[in-house]
């Protein structure tokens, strides 16, 4: 069945370290892969996408994830955090469940931050 | 373009009372879902539809009915209130064509129901 595991419920970093943030997928075709930002009280955002190509991909605010199809993986990376960074990160799959398209959400991260 | 719209964002319901959250999207997406929020979950699918006129169960559609008889509305209905369905519901959209898929998920701002 198709799944995404997020390994760390929560993770704190200092303001202008650097953020790994994981996530491990179960899919047995081509994976859509997604990253999403929620901030406390507001709706999902979307970081960046992986659909086909160039495995390291670009997103807005400075992130960046890597698709490692070996490791069933799709890490998330910021070179140095901000205390905006602060909010839950959820790693999705879009997969074809039953005959439909569908986006398969992981627990989620979320990012403390300390000054 | 407003994207998808969602109302109310707050409601506090009673025990075996029913309400419908609307979802409106503006973008002809043929594709459109509901998911409910729980901590330390992620999001969970309950109901979607690949157009106007066709819905499907997701992982948790117990309690939950749609409809979609319009591209553009996908309301979901609480028939009678539990408190296990207090959760934070978000509607998405997207555009599925044939072949790779054409766009990315629009989520709405999502809804926050309380069931007392």
């Known amino acids: 069945a198709q799944s995404v595991t997020q390994p760390d419920i929560h993770i704190t970093v200092s303001e202008g370290a650097s953020l790994e943030l994981r996530c491990n997928y179960s899919?047995?075709?081509?994976?859509?892969l997604f990253w999403y930002v929620q901030s406390p009280g507001q709706g999902l955002q979307l970081l960046l996408k992986y659909f086909s190509g160039d495995t390291l991909v670009q997103g807005i605010k400075g992130f960046e994830a890597e698709f490692k199809r070996s490791q069933s993986s799709f890490n998330l990376r910021k070179p140095s955090v901000h205390w905006s960074d602060a909010a839950e990160y959820f790693c999705?799959?879009?997969?074809?469940?039953?005959?439909?398209?569908?986006?398969?959400f992981g627990q989620g991260t979320r990012l403390t931050i300390n000054p | 373009n407003a994207g998808v719209t969602q109302t109310p964002k707050f409601r506090i319901l009673k025990i075996g009372q029913s309400m419908t959250l609307q979802c409106t999207q503006d973008?002809?997406?043929?594709?459109m879902y509901w998911y409910r929020q729980d901590p330390g979950m992620g999001l969970k699918l309950i109901y979607y539809s690949v157009g106007a006129g066709i819905t499907d169960k997701g992982e948790v559609p117990n309690g939950y009915n749609v409809s979609r008889s319009t591209t553009e509305d996908f309301p979901l209905r609480l028939e009678l209130a539990a408190p296990s369905q207090t959760s934070v519901y978000f509607c998405?959209?997207?555009?599925?064509?044939?072949?790779?898929?054409?766009?990315?998920?629009?989520f709405g701002s999502g809804t926050r129901l309380t069931v007392v």
């Open positions: 973008m002809n997406h043929n594709y």
């Open positions: 999705a799959v879009g997969a074809k469940i039953q005959g439909a398209q569908k986006l398969v």
């Open positions: 899919y047995g075709a081509t994976p859509y």
């Open positions: 998405a959209s997207r555009v599925i064509g044939t072949g790779a898929p054409s766009s990315g998920y629009t």
